[in-house]
């Protein structure tokens, strides 16, 4: 493959950018709440990753890889729209009946790269919305992921714990009777339908908090749905029909170059491992749905191989979001977590401002094309969009996307000199070693789900080279830096930070 060295954009960078009709195929492999501790690579002894650690140590580890969010639906947006969530008042975590977040008009990933010459699919999570807000779901339903840019979909429209638990290929709902239509209401149940609060007895797996509507394979979940019993997913068998769908994919495009976008469900609610996975951990679900990540992980790289387009192949492996114990179900997930730490040496975890709710695991890897390593270039998600679009000969960087190519190829040493972090769409920034988080109103703490949320009436200041633990609050001893953070947040977001006269 001809590789030409081009400057980046405005930093002056040296990064590899395809000059001839062998495009490299690109793969986002993106897993669900997986937190920065649970990966060997990034310090893990408990709980046993050897295929995402393989693809650690062949690639650039990012000590320093960001999910724009703590929370899943924002995150998705801005790895699909290279937009910061927070300009979006809807990209907030939807339930399975909210109409599509992403404009069909936005300039997206998948758009971008079919203008390069990709075929482009998703195979896995959505949680993006589809439709218009009165989804049909025994007919077409658009518009979904298809029309923002991907030529192949097969979804699940929202999360596994909320209902249609059914799985959606492209617009129509994969093995429906048209005989038992589905249907679907966040608010109200249907008559005679049995819910996880009143048939307790019904149960496999049991509710700890919010989920507690229709239950579908003993599961309760977030909900009411009726109808649709032939085309409704098995749990267990979740993992491999994604993966059996992304290899597919793999083998039907392995001519042309492609994007596939690969979301696993994992390690998110509910916790469903298959049983030849189960106790493979000995931390319970959450450890045995990560060792089957990580399988599924191996087997799919594995089918690369086999179909010889390994080498011509970019893959980015992240997470969503920060990690969660107890989110919603009794599992053992605390019970039987033992030594590990989910977050490693970071605060907070899902739904969190501190660095736990976004910073994740991120590794970008190509054989034979990245030089190993491990970067401390500060990179997000977001910043895929215009990366990618440099890889192909586009300089222009789209929203709040940034080139950062040199760095996510191993080319270079800096990333992001500034990034806004979102959680519950409350905002901190992060900008060099810094991050200042604003005062806000609220619980410093969700006690269902045991995580500090980090919301306190004064300014927060932490240096993160110094303090990745975020212990020691700089704020008052520091006012310099905190005046300097104030006015770098105050211009990115356009307006103050509030009892920000505290401080003038």
Known sequence: MTIACKNDQKKGETAEVVTNEKKPNIVVIYLDDLGYGDVGAYGATELKTPHMDALAAGGIRFTNGYASSA???????????????????????????????????????????????????????????????????????????????????????????????????????????????????????????????????MLTMKWHHGHNNSIV?????????????????????????FLAKAQEYVRSHKNEPFFLYYALQQPHVPRTPHPRFVGSSGMGPRGDVIVEADWCIGEFIKTLEEEGILENTLIVFSSDNGPVLNDGYYDDAVEKLGDHDPNGPLRGGKYSMYEAGTRVPFIT??????????SDAVVCQMDLLSSLAALNGDDQEYGDSRNLLGALLGNADKGRDELMLEASSKTALRKGDWILIPPY????????????????????????????????????????????????????????????????
């Open 441 to 504: 109103k609220g619980v410093f703490k969700y006690d269902h789900v045991n995580i500090e949320i980090g919301s306190m009436p004064t300014f927060q200041l932490y240096n993160l080279k110094e303090d990745p633990g975020q212990q020691k609050n700089l704020a008052e001893e520091n006012p310099e830096k905190l005046r300097e953070m104030i006015a770098d947040y105050t211009r990115i977001r356009g307006k103050e930070p509030k009892e920000i006269e505290a401080v003038k």
């Open 365 to 374: 890897y190509w054989k034979g094309k990245i030089t190993p390593g491990v």
């Open 71 to 201: 929370t899943c639906t924002p995150s998705r947006f801005a790895l699909l729209t290279g937009i910061y969530p927070w300009r979006n008042k809807n990209a907030r975590i939807l339930p399975g009946t909210a109409p599509l977040l992403i404009d069909t008009a936005q300039y997206t990933l998948p758009k971008m790269l079919k203008e390069h010459g990709y075929h482009t699919g998703i195979v896995g999570k959505w949680h993006l919305g589809l439709g218009t807000g009165h989804v049909n779901w025994n007919e077409a339903i658009k518009p979904g992921p298809n029309e923002v840019g991907f030529d192949e979909s097969y979804i699940l429209a929202a999360t596994q714990d909320r209902v249609p638990t059914v799985y959606i290929e492209n617009d129509k709902v994969d093995g429906l009777d048209p005989n038992d239509p589905i249907k679907v209401d966040y608010h109200k149940n249907f008559e005679g339908e049995p819910t996880g609060k009143d048939n307790p007895e």
């Open 217 to 241: 394979n003993g599961i309760p979940r977030i909900g009411f749905m009726k109808g649709g019993e032939t085309a409704k997913w098995s749990d267990i068998d979740m993992a491999d029909h």
